[in-house]
């Protein structure tokens, strides 16, 4: 999981359109909610690399196949081109989520990102007027412990992944994309995104995003009406004037 999407859950995205989207998806704007089971893919397992931390990530995980995802979308015209993205990669990340296994975590990492976490935690529920164990079970059901570390398993995964498909950034990538997603990011012009952000973070981000555009490439899509994909009635499932009043 990139900081940047912690970050937007607790600073500059809206606090009632991220609670909604938590509540009609599994929520990919955080990779937090690691199903963890599964089995190994690829042999990429058996590739070494080791982090900045001093860790190999395969001691961790064991990645699910990336390859020959399926998934549906919102046929074209029913929906933004935005949301279509957002509900692939929702979809895609679920299945490799569902099938890689994540053991454990490094104690250098845990110990790294640990206190960035438990801040961010802070910022999100002071945001929704909670305390940190309140807002958890609300939204997550979960403790701090347990929210922290599956923030970790989900860095580990998305780190594994990162490797395996050898996506990464090449030079002018950083120019070419950083105001494709000024808005993503919250911010109107690449100036205040990099006086909010690092440049570290902003990278992470924007590979992140193209790990995202790999598994849609190489997934096979099929178109089916907003109602189908849902699984319900838009209306009834859209009727966010109902859904905030339970908040």
Request: proline share 0%.
């Amino acid at each position: 999981m990139d900081l940047i999407m912690n970050k937007l859950l607790g600073g500059t995205a809206s606090k009632k359109d991220v609670a909604v989207r938590k509540f009609v998806s599994a929520g990919i704007i955080s990779l937090s909610m690691l199903a963890a089971a599964g089995c190994s893919g690829k042999g990429a397992a058996h590739k070494d690399t080791t982090d900045k931390y001093g860790y190999n990530v395969w001691d961790y995980v064991e990645l699910g196949s990336y390859e020959g995802l399926k998934t549906e979308a919102i046929a074209e015209g029913e929906a933004e081109a935005s949301e279509i993205r957002e509900n692939l990669i929702d979809d895609l990340w679920s299945q490799i989520q569902e099938n890689s296994t994540v053991t454990g975590y490094p104690q250098e990492l845990y110990d790294a990102m640990a206190d960035y976490y438990a801040t961010e935690l802070e910022s999100e529920a002071a945001a929704w007027e909670m305390e940190v164990e309140e807002y958890l079970d609300f939204f997550y059901e979960y403790s701090k412990e347990e929210y922290i570390e599956e923030c970790l398993q989900g860095e580990l995964l998305m780190e594994a992944v990162v490797t395996a498909t050898g996506v990464s950034l090449e030079d002018g990538d950083y120019d070419n994309m950083v105001g494709e997603y000024l808005e993503d990011m919250g911010c109107e012009s690449v100036e205040e995104a990099e006086e909010l952000y690092s440049r570290e973070e902003i990278e992470e981000y924007l590979l992140t995003q193209k790990v995202y555009d790999f598994l849609i490439e190489h997934a096979t899509i099929t178109e089916v009406s907003y109602d189908e994909y849902y699984g319900t009635d838009t209306e009834e499932l859209w009727d966010t004037e109902e859904l905030t009043e339970s908040l």
